[in-house]
């Protein structure tokens, strides 16, 4: 109850569209085994409930956000002011994604945006650090942010002070909650106990092909490529990173005992494999507390033990350029990883294609 207390704001109904007006809302809980998404609907549209496998699912069009850009007043070491710009952002005011803790439900903005690189203000926030795959721009005075990899986007009009600093800097400090009404905040002041709770992440957006003013980041070289796997035919496709590889003369029943010898996982913790569909060299399995899954699939040179990032069913028509777009974004979102370069690797049949990319991480 407390993570909705201070992760949900009532403005328009996520059932019908229409305001939410001073009428207390209901909550919706829809528990869809990850996670559960809580909604806030009409009394009148959803009565309060929690929702077991539900299909109603919350109508991410309905869902409203607010943005506000203020100045933070900071400072140089020599005493000096250097304010610096701040674009807040709630991307979700009537619904909030929870999942599972030890003790209880957390919100699962934080480590959402946490895995596209925003850091948590006030602990490992780096201010100067430009965050990849984000872009700022700035019209007159108005300032808009673009996440490359989820495709959101937020405009915000600015007074002339910010924007004469968003100019300077060449960018602008973007913080993302949804423990906050942006709406409401007025000064820096506003923010504290939000910075205290851990629960606004932040991170430095730099204009298109700007670093931003800022000092260049040094990165030393990584201690180890990363291999990850692109496979796409008829009406499948996936990515994953390549765990393993082993004889590909092994039998079937083989190459799964293989596989979980690999993994080292507790013995009956895998789900029982499965044949892919529409892929009929691979099987699947699934860890139901991690909800990682995992491939193996018989090569033409090997079998490969792959951990899935993501996978399309049904999927027809993709070409390479199109396939080799989705894993890369799929990999920087969901396996952390920035791939450097993909080539063609051993497939399975005529009827698919394999590319194996290297990567580092994000």
Same mark, same amino acid.
């Given at each position: 109850?407390?993570? *909705?207390?201070?992760?949900?704001?009532?403005?328009?109904?996520?059932?019908?569209?229409?305001?939410? %007006?001073?009428?207390?809302?209901?909550?919706?809980?829809?528990?869809?085994?990850?996670?559960?998404?809580?909604?806030?609907?009409? =009394?009148?549209?959803?009565?309060?409930?929690?929702?077991?496998?539900?299909?109603?699912?919350?109508?991410?069009?309905?869902?409203?956000?607010?943005?506000?850009?203020?100045?933070?007043?900071?400072? &140089?070491?020599?005493?000096? !002011?250097?304010?610096? +710009?701040?674009?807040?952002?709630? +991307?979700?005011?009537?619904?909030?994604?929870?999942?599972?803790? %030890?003790?209880?439900?957390?919100?699962?903005?934080? +480590?959402?945006?946490?895995?596209?690189?925003?850091?948590?203000?006030?602990?490992?926030?780096?201010?100067?650090?430009?965050?990849?795959?984000?872009?700022?721009?700035?019209?007159?005075?108005?300032?808009?942010?673009?996440?490359?990899?989820?495709?959101?986007?937020?405009?915000?009009?600015?007074?002339?002070?910010? =924007?004469?600093?968003?100019?300077?800097?060449?960018?602008?400090?973007?913080?993302?909650?949804?423990?906050?009404?942006?709406?409401?905040?007025?000064?820096?002041?506003?923010?504290?106990?939000?910075?205290?709770?851990?629960?606004?992440?932040?991170?430095?957006?730099?204009?298109?092909?700007?670093?931003?003013?800022?000092?260049?980041?040094?990165?030393?070289?990584?201690?180890?490529?990363?291999?990850?796997? *692109?496979?796409?035919?008829?009406?499948?496709?996936?990515?994953?990173?390549?765990?393993?590889?082993?004889?590909?003369?092994?039998?079937?029943?083989?190459? &799964?005992?293989?596989?979980?010898?690999? *993994?080292?996982?507790?013995?009956?913790?895998?789900?029982?494999?499965?044949?892919? !569909?529409?892929?009929?060299?691979?099987?699947?399995?699934?860890?139901?507390?991690?909800?990682?899954?995992?491939?193996?699939?018989?090569?033409?040179?090997?079998? &490969?033990?792959? &951990?899935?990032?993501?996978?399309?069913?049904?999927?027809?028509?993709?070409?390479?350029?199109?396939?080799?777009?989705?894993?890369?974004?799929?990999?920087?979102?969901?396996?952390?990883? !920035?791939?450097?370069?993909?080539?063609?690797?051993?497939?399975?049949?005529?009827?698919?294609?394999?590319?194996?990319?290297?990567?580092? +991480?994000?």
């Amino acid at each position: 109850m407390d993570e *909705l207390v201070h992760n949900l704001w009532p403005k328009d109904c996520q059932t019908c569209g229409w305001s939410l %007006g001073a009428s207390p809302p209901t909550v919706l809980a829809e528990d869809i085994g990850v996670f559960v998404v809580a909604s806030l609907h009409h =009394a009148r549209c959803q009565p309060a409930r929690w929702a077991t496998n539900s299909l109603h699912s919350t109508n991410q069009p309905l869902c409203s956000y607010t943005v506000k850009t203020l100045l933070l007043p900071m400072e &140089k070491p020599d005493g000096s !002011r250097d304010d610096r +710009p701040l674009m807040i952002v709630n +991307p979700s005011l009537e619904a909030i994604a929870l999942q599972r803790t %030890g003790d209880g439900w957390a919100a699962v903005t934080v +480590p959402h945006y946490r895995r596209l690189g925003l850091r948590t203000a006030g602990q490992d926030l780096v201010v100067d650090q430009p965050l990849a795959d984000m872009s700022a721009t700035l019209e007159v005075n108005e300032v808009t942010v673009t996440l490359d990899d989820t495709g959101e986007q937020w405009s915000c009009g600015c007074t002339s002070d910010v =924007a004469r600093r968003v100019q300077e800097l060449q960018g602008i400090t973007l913080g993302i909650t949804t423990a906050a009404d942006p709406s409401k905040v007025e000064t820096a002041l506003d923010l504290g106990s939000l910075i205290h709770s851990g629960r606004l992440v932040a991170g430095w957006v730099a204009f298109t092909g700007s670093q931003g003013g800022q000092p260049l980041q040094e990165m030393g070289a990584p201690e180890s490529l990363r291999t990850f796997i *692109l496979h796409w035919g008829t009406g499948h496709a996936s990515v994953g990173e390549l765990l393993s590889t082993t004889d590909r003369a092994l039998s079937t029943c083989e190459a &799964k005992a293989w596989a979980i010898g690999r *993994l080292s996982l507790p013995e009956g913790r895998l789900l029982p494999w499965r044949e892919v !569909r529409r892929d009929s060299h691979a099987w699947y399995a699934t860890d139901p507390l991690s909800v990682e899954t995992y491939f193996i699939r018989q090569h033409t040179d090997a079998w &490969k033990l792959i &951990k899935v990032c993501s996978r399309m069913e049904g999927v027809d028509g993709l070409d390479e350029d199109g396939a080799k777009d989705w894993a890369t974004r799929a990999v920087r979102l969901l396996g952390e990883s !920035r791939i450097i370069s993909w080539v063609t690797g051993p497939s399975t049949d005529s009827g698919f294609r394999t590319l194996h990319g290297s990567s580092v +991480p994000r």
